[in-house]
């Protein structure tokens, strides 16, 4: 190869590579290190992890555009969605394992539907209005302090056992096809005069204000 050529595309490389850990470095850290945690995870296939099977490396973030929706606030990139899709963009995949969201500040919703998910922890997300999880293998969702949370939708998964508390906003609930037996919750508000038993398994509510 030309030497001159040969320069010219290690130097490409070298900016590339600069522009790169430029940009990743400007991402809440705590945040792309949770989401990362989630794409290690070994997948529903039980041979690639989930970051694998939707094509992305849980080191750069910058890539990660059909993952998360990024927005800019004093300077820095945080998370206001996260969904997860195949690498086309075009359905939802296999995933697995473990997710955990803990003080997103600026996420709005959550899309997770149609995976294998088993548990599901969102933990003082104070801006979240929406979360979609129906069609899961969820065995355990806890929702604590995300107080502008307003839509929950978890139909089709194998719920006992919903914890919900400090989410006063909870308008619409959607859980058909869930073993429900208990609901957990903190304020005082409808939700704590629902009476299930074990028998119940579809409950479709919508809270007017």
């Known amino acids: 190869m030309n030497p001159k050529i040969l320069s010219i595309l290690l130097l490409a490389l070298v ?3 600069l522009i790169v850990y430029y940009f990743n470095g400007k991402y809440d850290r705590e945040e792309t290190a949770q989401i990362g945690r989630f794409l290690e995870q070994t997948s529903a296939d039980g041979v690639k992890t989930n970051g694998q099977v939707l094509g992305y490396c849980k080191r750069l973030p910058l890539f990660w555009g059909g993952v998360i929706t990024i927005t800019h ?3 820095a990139r945080t998370v206001s969605t996260v969904g997860f899709f195949d690498k086309r963009g075009s359905g939802r995949t296999q995933l697995k394992g473990t ?4 003080d997103f500040k600026n996420i709005k919703a959550l899309h997770i539907e149609r995976n294998a ?3 599901l922890m969102l ?5 979240l209005e929406e979360i979609l999880c129906f069609n899961n293998n969820l065995q355990s969702l806890s929702i604590t302090n995300c107080p502008r949370l307003t839509h929950l939708s978890i139909s089709d998964n194998p719920l ?3 914890d919900v508390t400090g989410c006063p906003g909870l308008k619409e609930f959607e859980a058909a096809r869930c073993p429900l037996k208990e609901l957990k919750v903190l ?11 074990t028998t119940f398994v579809h409950i479709i509510i919508t809270l007017q204000k």
Not at 123 to 127: K, M, Q, V
Not at 188 to 195: D, I, K, L, N, Y
Request: charged residues 20%; glycine residues 6%; aromatic residues 10%.
């Open 15 to 17: 900016l590339f590579v």
């Open 73 to 75: 606030r004093d300077g």
């Open 99 to 102: 997710l955990c969201l803990s």
């Open 117 to 119: 998910i088993d548990t």
């Open 123 to 127: 933990i003082n997300c104070e801006s």
């Open 160 to 162: 006992e056992t919903i």
């Open 187 to 197: 304020e005082s508000q409808p939700w704590q005069t629902w009476g299930i038993d």
